[in-house]
């Protein structure tokens, strides 16, 4: 009786098996899982309603849009009492398309290629350089800038004594970045006797994330960007002199973050994004942005010479 009662429950285990794992033994393939590699790969397909770099006026008539992707190899994974817990390499792209208006000659305006390197430092610091490289076909084939560049980078999530509403950690993610022209010159005063410059770039980002439901959330950001000139990195050439200002630009962003869930993981992590931008621009970048003159021999013309302007970006962005 005892032998019966055993062969019955090992016969309904073994039908229980069959059912939960048949359709993987019929050869159905087990869901995958997300990207565990050492490679990771972003996409961003932004469309900015103005372009500035780092201050300096290229357009702010027409559509612009700008795609983004990066191939990371995360080449060092230390243990977690290790100082050194982390090495990359990374290279990018980025590209800046618009419809054509002055000074701007084609669709195609700007093609840059960043190669750098990483260390992590204790789960927190990161320490990057590398080298830029900004060629814009929109204004000819010969104008470039070459640039070297290194930046340290700061998680101090969970490093503050309080916390924010929902028990979450207070993040400012702050950043120094410092880059300097090896070759071309962002301002445009080459021609006119400018030399290259020394740029410094001090940014951060606080947020705050808002759970709507199991399905949506929504993280609201304040980022902040403050650029300056280190050494000749914001000339304006005139008729008498060329002559260098230390503040470049400052903008300030209010953004949110929504993350569509409902793309399944295994296509990767994507994620919508908009955003409003304050910018207000240093003496030297009014002058730039505004037409060629006795004053501003390398001014592009882009805005007239305004000194504050409202911007806005929507974009989209893949992890993987």
Same mark, same amino acid.
């Given at each position: 009786m ?19 794992a ?13 990207n565990t590699?050492?490679?990771a ?19 702010? &008539?027409?559509? $612009? ?26 290279? &990018?792209?980025?590209? $800046? ?7 701007i ?28 490289l *900004?060629? @814009? +076909? ?18 101090d ?20 970045l ?9 301002d445009?005063?080459? +021609? ?11 940014g951060?980002?606080p947020? *705050? ?7 949506w ?15 000749? *990195? ?14 470049? @630009? ?6 949110a ?7 399944? &993981? ?9 955003g409003? $931008? ?11 942005a505004?037409? +060629?003159?006795a004053n ?18 929507t ?6």
């Open positions: 005892k032998g019966n009662r055993l062969r019955e429950a090992s016969l309904l285990a073994a039908m229980l098996v069959t059912l939960v048949g359709p993987v033994w019929a050869g159905e393939p087990a869901p995958p899982l997300p590699g050492a490679f790969f972003t996409m961003s397909l932004n469309f900015p309603t103005s372009y500035y770099f780092r201050g300096i006026a290229q357009s702010n &008539a027409g559509f $612009h849009f700008q795609p983004y992707v990066e191939l990371k190899a995360n080449v060092y994974e230390g243990g977690e009492k290790d100082v050194l817990t982390g090495g990359f390499l990374k290279v &990018a792209g980025f590209s $800046h398309f618009q419809s054509v208006a002055a000074p000659k084609t669709n195609y305006y700007e093609q840059d290629i960043y190669v750098s390197g990483g260390l992590v430092l204790l789960k927190r610091a990161t320490l990057e350089g590398g080298w830029n *900004y060629a @814009y +076909p929109g204004i000819g084939s010969s104008a470039q800038v070459q640039e070297v560049f290194g930046k340290v980078s700061f998680d999530s969970g490093l503050w004594p309080f916390k924010l509403p929902g028990d979450q950690d207070l993040a400012l993610s702050p950043y120094i410092v880059a300097g022209e090896t070759s071309g010159r962002a445009g005063a080459g +021609p006119f006797g400018g030399k290259r410059g020394i740029y410094l770039e001090v951060i980002d947020g *705050y994330t808002f759970d709507i439901n199991t399905a959330s929504v993280r609201v950001h304040l980022p902040f960007v403050l650029g300056l000139s280190l050494d000749k *990195y914001y000339e304006v050439a005139s008729s008498t002199a060329v002559q260098d200002k230390t503040f470049g @630009y400052a903008d300030q962003g209010i953004a973050d929504v993350p569509l869930k409902f793309i399944p &993981a295994r296509y990767g992590k994507w994620t919508f994004s908009t409003v $931008h304050l910018l207000w621009l240093g003496d030297n970048n009014k002058l730039l505004g037409p +060629p003159s501003a021999l390398n001014a592009l013309n882009v805005t007239g010479g305004k000194g504050f302007e409202v911007w806005g970006i974009g989209v962005k893949l992890e993987y």
